[in-house]
């Protein structure tokens, strides 16, 4: 997530979540803070003061750690871990902040691990067809979410409700469970074991009928499963943020400056 929280007045308070394709994780600090700060003055509501890029700084709250003011010319990949909250705070930022995410928890500095957003309904779909070894139906769940490769870690956003039905926060899970959380009352957290991909999660299942259909797949050359185009890398790490709403649509904005960057 990303978000501007500073001062009282919850108006000016913004939050949304990105996913950074693998070449933004290599890029300084600063590109990702100019362009939050233009998203963050494309959205704020009339009458908010706009921010300026030179006037604010990126802080990382890293989960299980503190709150850390993140360097210019920090390398993201460097500071940033997967499920690290990033802040726009008020004050310039310092050229280099001489610290390292890898710090402050090892297991959490951001890989370059593929991750695939799809529908939540869907990734049910998929997780009991592999349950239940049942070819069809992991071929029918693989079509409609436009998985391209067994080995892609698919992602699925859900709500956490409390014992009440109550949405008490946001929860990410894998084909295999929950594997990350973020709840007002209980914080963030992380469950590596459930992060496996298709694959993987079918080897844990022992589902035979699923992994030799994989296999023949693989070996094939075939598009993975089902009968959707296959898909190039490229392609793959552009459409990385697109399950829905403003999720997507500030993943493709991403995409579109970092090219426009690149360009320049």
Not at 194 to 208: F, N, P, T, V
Request: proline share 3%.
């Amino acid at each position: 997530y990303v978000e501007y929280k500073e001062g009282d007045d919850l108006a000016a308070h913004w939050r949304k979540q990105v996913t950074l394709p693998k070449k933004w994780l290599t890029s300084p600090s600063d590109r990702l803070k100019r362009y939050l700060v233009d998203n963050y003055n494309k959205d704020r509501a009339e009458g908010i003061v706009a921010l300026e890029h030179e006037a604010v700084h990126l802080s990382s709250n890293a989960a299980g750690g503190g709150c850390k003011a993140l360097g210019s010319e920090d390398i993201l990949e460097q500071v940033v871990g997967r499920f690290d909250t990033l802040s726009l705070r008020q004050g310039a930022a310092q050229e280099r902040s001489g610290w390292q995410r890898a710090e402050e928890r090892p297991s959490e500095v951001a890989t370059s691990q593929v991750l695939v957003p799809i529908d939540y309904t869907v990734l049910l779909a998929l997780r009991s067809a592999v349950d239940s070894d049942n070819t069809e139906a992991v071929r029918s769940a693989v079509d409609e979410a436009n998985i391209a490769s067994p080995h892609d870690l698919v992602m699925a956003e859900a709500d956490m409700l409390d014992d009440e039905g109550q949405v008490c926060g946001t929860e990410w899970h894998t084909v295999a469970g929950r594997f990350a959380w973020d709840s007002a009352n209980g914080g963030r957290g992380e469950d590596p074991e459930k992060k496996l991909s298709l694959i993987e999660y079918a080897r844990r299942q022992k589902a035979g009928r699923v992994l030799k259909l994989i296999d023949i797949a693989e070996h094939c050359g075939a598009p993975v499963l089902g009968g959707g185009r296959q898909r190039t890398a490229e392609e793959i790490e552009s459409s990385a943020g697109s399950v829905q709403g403003t999720m997507g649509r500030m993943n493709a904005e991403l995409h579109a400056h970092l090219e426009g960057k690149d360009g320049a």
